[in-house]
């Protein structure tokens, strides 16, 4: 077990000091298509396997800030996950990473959000604390705001902290409210079908029937959440019309 706890210490400092090579002539980034390529692997390695396994000995001041270097350095805001193992170790953390997560929830890039998300869905499996209650509030305030990209990913991580119990009344009240509006807001015949925004459309509108129907199984008595279920049932895409089990 020491052994191995070293060489995870050696493989966590080997990654978080990892940077782009961006010096090479590369007319047609191809280079630094394939260095990205890397930088994204192992942001993920780091959040998801290095991360989580290492000894509680290696969860330092030094480490964090090393971590916190290449998380604002990178472009990957997946590292953003591995940030939640020093706060599950150390409650010293938890206010560095309360604000870490934060600041990603409030990204202008929405893959920088979706990331912030995942993160905060996993800090509250493994911790319920005031932070994690606080960060759950601003991201269900967050999705009431409707002006997210990503949206199809953020409602699907509000669903799973409902279901899982993760949600305070208030929190499950905007929800409730929120959602059918957005579902509205997701109408096919408001988007254009060569737009971007056409692709995301479905999902959605998806993830707001699923989430819907994981509320009535629980309170069954909300008429516009009840409308969004009947929508989807007879939905034009298959994709939203299984989402219900229709």
């Excluded at 493989?11 to 994204?40: C, G, H, M, S």
């Excluded at 929800?175 to 999902?203: G, Q, R």
């Excluded at 699923?210 to 309170?219: C, P, Q, S, V």
Aim: hydrophobic share 40%; proline share 3%.
């Amino acid at each position: 077990d020491l052994v191995r706890s070293r060489g995870l210490g050696d493989v966590y400092k080997r990654q978080v000091n990892w940077r782009v090579n961006t010096n090479k002539n590369d007319p047609f980034d191809y280079y630094l298509n394939d260095e990205k390529y890397k930088e994204e692997l192992i942001a993920q390695t780091l959040s998801r396997s290095v991360a989580p396994a290492l000894p509680a000995e290696a969860f330092t001041e030094e480490n964090f800030d090393k971590l916190h270097s290449f998380y604002c350095e990178s472009d990957s805001p997946s590292s953003i996950e591995a940030f939640i193992f020093f706060a599950v170790s150390d409650q010293n953390f938890s206010d560095k990473v309360e604000k870490i997560i934060r600041r990603g929830l409030h990204e202008q890039k929405s893959n920088g959000v979706v990331w912030a998300s995942f993160a905060l869905l996993k800090w509250r499996k493994l911790d319920d604390s005031p932070a994690t209650g606080r960060l759950i509030s601003r991201f269900i305030h967050l999705i009431g705001l409707n002006q997210i990209d990503g949206m199809a990913n953020l409602i699907s991580v509000a669903n799973q902290m409902y279901t899982k119990g993760f949600l305070s009344d208030a929190d499950t009240e905007s929800l409730i409210d929120v959602l059918p509006i957005i579902f509205d807001n997701s109408d096919y015949s408001n988007t254009p079908h060569t737009s971007h925004e056409a692709v995301s459309v479905s999902l959605r509108r998806a993830e707001c029937a699923k989430l819907a129907r994981n509320i009535l199984g629980m309170t069954k008595t909300n008429k516009e959440l009840l409308s969004i279920v009947e929508e989807a049932r007879h939905d034009a895409l298959p994709e939203v019309r299984f989402a219900v089990g229709a």
